[in-house]
Structures are given as C-alpha cells and as structure tokens.
C-alpha cells in the first residue's frame, strides 16, 4: 500500500540509539536527523513538516546542504515534541526530560497571594531551590512545553560538542555554557585559586560593568570568574569559604542577568538556580534574598508572574522574619525583593498585589532614607518610582506611566541601567500613546546614554519594530536610519 502524506512517521526505538543520530542530535544538526529519518524510516519531507509544524518548502531547506538550519529553542521543542523523542534523545539534543519529577518542598508562610492565578506552572526541576509551594500554579500541556528551557546541564551538550579544543578561547554565550556546565578548556587552567581579594575586585567590576550596561566587557570577563569562584569555592574552607560562596552567588546573578538581557533563557535558568544554590552555601540571609530576585526575573521572563509574584514575597517575608538587625544592607534586598514581587503582578495585571508591594517597599525606601547601592540593588525612593513606570506600562495604562516618569529627576538616579531602563520603559508608553516621534526621541537619547542597551537586546529590538508598525512616514524613516546606523536589523 503506498504510503499517504498524511499518515504518521512510525519511528523506532533504535534509530534514536544510532551514533549517527546521536552525534546529530549532540550537535543539533536538525539536517542530519530529517536525512536518518527519510533514511530508517521512509519518512517523506511532507509526512516531516507535518509532524514538526513546519512548512514542507522548511524541511526542505533544512536538508539541502548548506541551506538555513535550526538554532531557536521553540523550534528545537517543536521537533522533539513532533517526533515524540524519548527523554535520552531530548537531553542529548539540549532539552530537558519529559518526565521531570518535584523534588519534596517545605510549606512556606507567603506575604501576598497572587489573586485569579492562570493555568501555568513553577517548573518542577527548580522547585527544590525555590522552596516554594508547586501547588501555586496548575499547568496545562501548551504552558508545560515552554519548561524544556530548564534542562540543567544537558541543555548544554550540543553547545559543548563543538567547542574548540581545551585552551582555546571561547567567546560570547559559548563561553557562558562551558562555564556553567563545567567545561574545563573555556581557557588555561590557572594553578591555584585566586585570592580572596582578587575576586572581591573582580566580581564587584562585574557589577559595576553590568549595571554601566557595558555588557561586552561581562560576556568577556565573567565565564572565567564563574570557573574561579567554582575552583575557590571548593578549595577553600571555613568562613572563607562561607565568602567565596557569597561572591559565587553575586557573579551567577550577573551572568543570570545578561543573560536574560540576551534572550538566553536556558542558560539563564541554571546561572539563576547556581546563584541561589551558592547563596544558601554562603549561609547569608541577605545574599539569600538577593539571589532570589534573579531567580524571580527568570520566573517573570519565562511568563510565570504568579509563581515569581510569590517567590519574591515569600523570600522577602523568610528574610523579614529571620534577620535581626534591620540594616541598610537587608532593607535593600528587601526592598528590591518586593519591587520585583510588584512588577510581576503589574505583568499579570494584579493591581491590589502590585500596589501593595509597591507601598511595602516604599514604606522599605523611606526606612533606607535615600538611593544606595547596597548589595548592588541601586534601591531607594527614586527605585521605587521606576518601578511605579514599568507597572503602570504593564497594566496598560501609558498616560499613567509618563506622569510617573515625568515626576523623577534622571539625575536622581545612580546606574546607567537603571536609567536606560527608564527611558526604553517612556518611550514605549508614548508609542502606546501615539507619540512616535517623541517615542523615537526618547529612544535616541537612550542608545547615547547606553548604546548596548538599545542596540544589543532582542527586548529593545521588538519594542522598535513595534514602533515602526505604527509610526507615521515621517517618523519611520528616522526609526529606519536610526537603525541602520546602530546596527540593528528589524
């Protein structure tokens, strides 16, 4: 019987154990696979295309050789999930498992509790370094798709497969992935741990550099410090290394955010849960805190705002509750804490919840008395009207966003990042508004105060071709030029 382009691709167990397929998968050559399945199973690019939810003329230009080949995470889950790949295969291919099981978890007390939760879920593999309740939050199959970005280290092994011989140097996000997994040639191996004040010096330039927006200079310097501190953190011992573990912490939050700045959320949720695991092994509750807030970002970046508008109500109440001395330091990430808890519930559009975070860390700004960068969280009063702004965009309500906005002197405000943020947050409130041209100009200023804030986040790059969409000529022809002339393709 001839076989019809509708009938499904019966697929066996032995072609994913083949070591031509395993060394496609390692490599992600999604190539390779369509050509072992047309090969082993007859499969036509038709009966391909159907199963993936691509286009046959797709499949088609993935198997010429030379032609465009896979490289984004949605894709990679399509593939897996249409051709019902087995967990090996998935993990071989960078992927996490299907059958993620919860970890036991302790009852917590909470601060807020989200109202009107939607369908979604606290991924299971993360559950056992949140500490917070899997029941927050019920998934369906569509929003379970999306946990595949957190694959722990096999998300990594298609990455490390091509990776240039031990003691070449790697670059970029590369260097980013061999740093987390483990990799040992990212450079030379130094002989021993670096001192103590040494990596004091280099995490705290990490930061700086980071909240400058000089992203260039982290990619660059950070993936050795990640590999240092981990050498550090297992040669020393006593309250040195009780530090080495604090500072462990800071820098996998820095390497979290950038790399959330960067779209790379896979690689973002293992730098946040390493952040997290090293802070609980510097035993600091402030470091604790901190560490939650980049774990609650990656929860807000990966659409979970219910699971991260607890988790950060939650760890801001664990620390309230457990630290004796109410110090600028603790009111910080405490603050800093509630700030996030409240933008998140502004992405969901929980008014009482944001406002109530957002009063609590006024109450925390106040207390404080003015704008610091304790524990690099830049919190204060000024902070606290930042966050007002975002909140305000998020519930839709721009006209509100741009009055917030107009009452903070930019002076007032102590990080490059901050203000940057400030500005990208303005100018899409006046697009909501209708004002492209001063949305444009706005964004303009922005790329000269923080030029790789503007020209090298994908976040930034969507909010422009939004722009663009619903620009009058006139404008769009500025938006063009200006463009072209930082290099961003839209």
Not at 311 to 323: K, N, P
Not at 409 to 423: G, H, W, Y
Request: glycine share 6%; with cysteine; charged share 20%.
């Amino acid at each position: 019987m001839s076989r019809r382009a509708s009938d499904p691709i019966v697929i066996p167990d032995s072609l994913w154990q083949r070591p031509q397929m395993t060394q496609a998968l390692t490599a992600r050559d999604i190539r390779t696979v369509f050509h072992l399945l047309r090969q082993y199973t007859g499969a036509s690019q038709t009966q391909i295309a159907i199963a993936c939810g691509m286009t046959q003329g797709k499949v088609s230009e993935t198997m010429k050789k030379g032609g465009r080949q896979v490289t984004t995470l949605e894709v990679f889950e399509r593939i897996a999930d249409g051709l019902h790949m087995p967990d090996t295969a998935r993990m071989t291919l960078g992927l996490a498992p299907r059958n993620l099981t919860t970890p036991p978890t302790t009852a917590n007390a909470m601060v807020i509790t989200p109202r009107d939760e939607p369908a979604g879920l606290v991924p299971a593999a993360f559950l056992g370094s949140l500490d917070v309740d899997p029941d927050v939050e019920e998934g369906d199959p569509v929003r379970r798709r999306t946990f595949t970005k957190l694959a722990g280290a096999s998300l990594f092994s298609a990455i490390l497969a091509d990776l240039p011989a031990d003691g070449a140097p790697l670059e970029g996000v590369e260097a980013f992935a061999a740093a987390l997994a483990g990799y040992p040639g990212i450079s030379s191996p130094r002989p021993t741990a670096l001192s103590m004040p040494r990596m004091n010096q280099a995490v705290a330039a990490a930061k700086r550099n980071y909240q400058d927006c000089r992203y260039t200079t982290v990619i660059k310097s950070l993936p050795q410090l990640l590999t240092d501190l981990r050498t550090a953190c297992a040669t020393y011992d006593g309250d040195t290394r009780l530090h080495a573990e604090a500072l462990s912490a800071e820098a996998h939050h820095v390497a979290a955010s950038i790399l959330l700045k960067l779209d790379e959320e896979g690689l973002a949720w293992v730098a946040a849960d390493r952040s997290m695991q090293a802070a609980r092994n510097s035993q600091d509750l402030t470091i604790i805190g901190s560490s939650a807030r980049i774990i609650t970002h990656a929860l807000m970046n990966d659409g979970h705002h219910g699971a991260a508008t607890h988790t950060a109500s939650t760890y801001a109440e664990r620390i309230g509750h457990d630290v004796d001395e109410r110090t600028p330091d603790f009111l910080s990430v405490y603050g800093a804490l509630l700030l996030r808890g409240a933008a998140a519930a502004g992405h969901r559009s929980d008014r009482q919840t944001a406002a109530t975070l957002l009063d609590e860390a006024e109450n925390a700004g106040r207390e404080l008395g003015g704008d610091y960068n304790h524990r690099w969280t830049a919190f204060g009063p000024t902070n606290v009207q930042l966050h007002r702004v975002n909140i305000a965009l998020r519930l839709g309500d721009a006209g509100a966003a741009i009055q917030e906005a107009r009452r903070i002197d930019l002076d007032r405000i102590p990080l490059t990042e901050r203000k940057a943020k400030l500005l990208v947050d303005t100018s899409s409130a006046l697009t909501q508004w209708g004002k492209h041209d001063k949305a444009y100009d706005v964004l303009r200023f922005a790329h000269q105060l923080a030029p790789e804030e503007i020209s090298a986040r994908p976040a930034v790059h969507r909010m422009l071709r939004d722009l663009m969409a619903t620009a009058p000529p006139s404008t769009k022809r500025q938006l063009r030029d200006f463009t072209t002339e930082i290099g961003v393709h839209l």
